[in-house]
C-alpha cells in the first residue's frame, strides 16, 4: 500500500523534528488507540474501524498534529491512506469521489460512474485483509467519513473537522485551541530569528496574545517581520492591537500584510483564489495575473516565504492556497477586483490550460508531421521537452484540471471555453492515460459537457456527450442505464439532423438489447440502423450491420434468417474488397450452418473459410477454423481427417505465439462457439 499525496487545511507546524508544542493533545490520541471501545466493553468484537477526531478551526494546526500523528502510529499498519473531504472553499466532496481516490491509492480498479454505495462496497472490501490507516482531512459531515469506515478493527481513521461529528458512535474529539505561549514563541523565532524574540519577550508575548496562539496568524506574522528585519516584534504588536477587534485573529493578520504588500503581488495573491482545487503552478499565476511564467514563480515563492502560500513536494514547481486563508482572498477579490477583471483573469487561466493540454497530447503524436509543425508553432513556454515531461505534468494536475473543467461549467459565463478546456482535457487523457485507465475521469467529463449541452440547447453535443456516458455504462454492465442514455442519444441526434449520433444510436440501443437478451428488438434496431446505412450509400458499415443482425437472429435460434443475413454480409464484404471481414463472416456463416443442422454445408463453407483466412493472413482465425473442421469432421465420422485438422491447428497457433510468422490478429479462442450467442464476440463487434 503506498502513500498518497496529503491536501492539507491549514498550516503545516509537522515533520519530523519539526512538529511543535501539542503534547497533552497527541498523549491523549495516542492513549484512545488503546482505550476499550464500547463494544469491547459489552463483551462484543468490534465490528469497525477505530474513528480519532481532531477537530478545530481551519489553521488552527489540526491537519499538523493528525500529520504528526500518523507519522508516530504509521509502522503499526501496513500504509497510510490520504483524502481531503471538502473542497479549498468549504463544498463537501462527494463520498464516491473520495472513495475512488481512495481506491485509486490501493491500486484497486474502480468501475466508471458507479454508484456511492458500490465504490464504498468495494472500497471496504479492499481493506477487508490489511491494516490500513486512513486520514480523512477537512470533514464537512459525520456522513462522509461514516460511508468510509472499514469494517475492520484493524484498521484505525484519523479524521479531521471543524466540529464534532455526530452521528459517528464511540468517538471523542480531540479540540484544538491555540498553541501554548512555549510553543508559540517558538514558532515565531523560527521566522524572525530567536534574537528579536529574546530582546523583547513581552511584546513577543503581546504578540501571541494578539494571535490568540493560533499556528496560522503567527505564521503570517512571522513572515511579516521576517521580511522586515529591521521592524521590531512590539511594532507589529502594536499594529494588531490597534486593528479592529472585527473577524479572527487570522483574518486581522491577514488583513495587515495583504495591506502592506505592492499593489500588482496584493492582486495576485487575490487572484490565486480563482486556482482550481487551491492548487498553482507558475503557468496557473503567470495566467491569472497576466504577467510572465519567470514574474509569477517569483512572486509565488515570496508568497511562501511570507506564509501565504505553501510549497507543495512535487517534481514539477507547484504551490497550494492554505484552505484557512481561501475565505479571506475570495472576499478580498470579490470587494476588491471589478467582476469583469476576475472573469477576464479567470478566462486567460482557462485559455492557457487548453493551451497546455494541447502541448501534451501533440508531443504524443511524435510519428506526424502535423503534429510536429503545430508544436513548433506554439510558444516556447507552454512545450515540454519530451512525452514523458508532458505525462508526468498531466498526472500531478490531474486534481486541478478536473476541478478547472467542474468550475467553468458551474461559472455558466465561459462556457466556450469550458468546451474546449473538456475537449483537450479528454483527448489528452486518452493520449496519455488510454481509454480504459482514464474511463472514471472521462464518465465525469462527459458528464459536464451533458450539463453545458442541454444548458446551452447543443443537441449535437449533447447527443455525443450521452453516447459517451451510455458507453462506459455499458462497459461497467450497467446496461438498462446504458439503453435509456443511448435512446435520449437517439431523440437528440433527430433533433440536431444528425445521421452518424442517429446511426450510432439505433445500432447502439440494438447492442444493449442483445446484450439484455432480448434478440427480437436487438435485430429490430439494427436494421433500423441499416437502413439509414443502405440510404446514405455507406457500404462498409451496411455489411457489418449485415452482421449484427445475423448475431441476433442466431442468438434467438432463428437460423434462416441468420444465414441469410450473413450471406448479405458476405456479398457486402465482397464488394469492398475487405478480405479479414469476408474470412470472418465465412467462418460464421460456417457455425449457424452447424447450429441449423447442415453439417455438409457448414464443412463446405468453413473450408471456404480456411482459404480466405490465409489470404487475410489471420493465423488465430484460421486455427479456429481448423477446429472447427476437425469438430465437424468428427460427426461426419472421418475421425483421421479431424485429428490431421488439430494438428494443423497447434502448429499454427505454435507459430503466432512464436512470433513466425506476423499479420492481423483476430482475438478469438479456437475452442468458441460451443454457444450460439457468443457470435456477438467477434462478429457483432468487429
Known amino acids: 500500500m503506498t502513500d498518497q499525496a496529503v491536501d492539507p487545511d491549514g498550516v503545516r507546524l509537522s515533520g519530523e523534528g519539526q512538529f511543535l508544542g501539542r503534547t497533552r493533545e497527541l498523549k491523549e490520541l495516542r492513549a484512545d488507540i488503546e482505550r476499550a471501545g ?6 462484543r468484537k468490534a465490528p469497525r474501524a477505530r474513528v480519532l477526531l481532531i477537530a478545530g478551526r481551519p489553521g488552527s494546526g489540526r491537519t499538523a498534529l493528525a500529520e504528526e500523528l500518523v507519522r508516530t502510529v504509521a509502522d503499526r499498519y501496513d500504509g497510510v491512506l490520504r483524502v481531503r473531504l471538502s473542497e479549498p472553499d468549504g463544498t463537501p466532496v462527494p463520498v464516491a469521489d473520495a472513495a475512488r481516490e481512495l481506491l485509486t491509492a490501493l491500486d484497486v480498479p474502480a468501475p466508471a460512474g458507479a454508484a456511492e454505495d458500490d465504490l464504498t462496497a468495494v472500497l471496504r472490501e479492499a481493506l477487508a485483509d490489511r491494516r490500513a490507516l486512513l486520514l480523512l482531512d477537512d470533514a464537512v459531515a459525520a456522513e462522509q467519513v461514516d460511508a468510509l469506515i472499514p469494517d475492520t478493527p484493524e484498521c484505525l481513521v484519523v479524521a479531521v473537522s471543524g466540529g464534532p461529528l455526530t452521528g459517528i458512535a464511540d ?25 528579536r524574540v529574546t530582546v523583547d519577550p513581552r511584546s513577543a508575548e503581546r504578540l501571541v496574545e494578539e494571535c490568540q496562539g493560533h499556528p496560522a496568524a503567527l505564521m503570517l506574522a512571522g513572515g511579516w517581520l521576517a521580511a522586515r528585519p529591521k521592524a521590531a516584534v512590539a511594532d ?16 486581522r493578520v491577514f488583513r495587515l500584510v495583504h495591506g502592506t504588500l505592492p499593489a500588482a503581488a496584493a492582486r495576485t495573491l487575490r487572484l490565486l483564489s480563482l486556482a482550481p482545487a487551491g492548487l498553482v503552478d507558475p503557468h496557473t499565476a503567470s495566467a491569472l495575473a497576466g504577467c510572465s511564467v519567470a514574474e509569477a514563480r517569483s ?15 512535487s517534481p514539477l514547481p507547484q504551490y497550494e492556497v492554505p484552505g484557512c486563508l481561501h475565505p479571506l482572498l475570495k ?23 487548453v493551451r497546455l493540454l494541447q502541448s501534451s497530447r501533440v508531443i504524443t503524436e511524435t510519428d506526424s508531421p502535423e503534429a510536429r509543425e503545430k508544436l513548433q508553432g506554439m510558444p516556447p513556454s507552454v512545450r515540454f521537452p519530451s512525452p514523458r515531461a508532458a505525462e ?9 484540471l478536473l476541478a478547472a473543467a467542474r468550475l467553468a461549467v458551474a461559472d455558466g459565463e465561459l462556457d466556450t471555453l469550458a468546451r474546449r478546456l473538456m475537449s483537450q482535457l479528454v483527448r489528452t487523457m486518452v493520449a496519455h492515460f488510454g481509454m480504459k485507465a482514464a474511463a472514471p475521469d472521462l464518465y465525469v467529463l462527459h458528464g459536464l459537457v451533458l450539463d453545458v449541452a442541454e444548458r446551452r440547447a447543443l443537441p449535437r453535443e449533447k447527443a455525443a456527450a450521452l453516447l459517451n456516458l451510455a458507453d462506459l455504462d455499458a462497459q461497467t454492465g450497467r446496461t438498462r442505464e446504458a439503453l435509456v442514455r443511448y435512446r435520449a442519444a437517439l431523440d437528440a441526434g433527430r433533433e440536431a439532423n444528425d445521421p452518424y449520433a442517429t446511426g450510432r444510436a439505433m445500432e447502439s440501443v440494438g447492442g444493449a438489447y442483445l446484450e439484455l437478451g432480448d434478440y427480437e428488438r436487438a435485430a429490430d434496431w439494427f436494421g433500423r440502423a441499416l437502413a439509414q446505412r443502405l440510404a446514405r450509400g455507406e457500404k462498409e458499415e451496411a455489411a457489418r450491420l449485415y452482421g449484427r443482425i445475423a448475431a441476433a437472429h442466431t442468438c434467438a435460434g432463428h437460423y434462416g434468417e441468420a444465414v441469410r443475413n450473413w450471406r448479405a454480409a458476405l456479398a457486402g464484404h465482397r464488394r469492398n474488397g475487405d478480405v479479414p471481414a469476408h474470412a470472418r463472416a465465412l467462418s460464421e456463416l460456417a ?4 447450429y441449423a443442422g447442415h453439417p455438409e454445408e457448414s464443412l463446405r463453407t468453413c473450408q471456404e473459410a480456411v482459404e480466405w483466412a490465409r489470404r487475410a493472413e489471420d493465423l488465430r482465425l484460421l486455427a479456429a477454423l481448423q477446429v472447427r473442421l476437425a469438430d465437424t469432421l468428427d460427426r461426419l465420422g472421418d475421425p483421421a481427417a479431424a485429428q490431421l485438422h488439430r494438428g494443423a491447428a497447434e502448429r499454427l497457433l505454435g507459430q503466432e505465439l512464436s512470433g513466425e510468422e506476423t ?10 462457439g460451443e454457444n450460439a450467442c457468443e457470435i456477438r464476440s467477434t462478429s457483432a463487434e468487429d
Request: proline fraction near 6%.
Open 331 to 353: 472576499a478580498l477579490a470579490d470587494t476588491q477586483d471589478r467582476p469583469g477583471e476576475l472573469r477576464l483573469a479567470r478566462a486567460r487561466m482557462l485559455e492557457r490550460t
Open 236 to 251: 507589529l504588536a502594536k499594529q494588531l492591537h490597534a486593528e479592529s477587534d472585527e473577524g479572527s485573529p487570522l483574518s
Open 38 to 43: 464500547l463494544d469491547t466493553l459489552a463483551g
Open 171 to 195: 468517538v471523542r474529539p480531540c479540540t484544538l485551541g491555540g498553541l501554548d505561549t512555549k510553543a508559540a514563541l517558538e514558532l515565531l523565532s523560527r521566522h524572525t530569528g530567536s534574537v
Open 299 to 313: 512572486a509565488l515563492d515570496d508568497f511562501v516565504a511570507l506564509g501565504l502560500l505553501h510549497a507543495v513536494e
Open 392 to 400: 508526468d505534468w498531466l498526472r500531478l494536475r490531474r486534481p486541478a
Open 591 to 594: 457455425r449457424v450452418q452447424e
Open 663 to 672: 499479420g492481423p490478429q483476430q482475438v478469438e479462442d479456437p475452442k468458441q
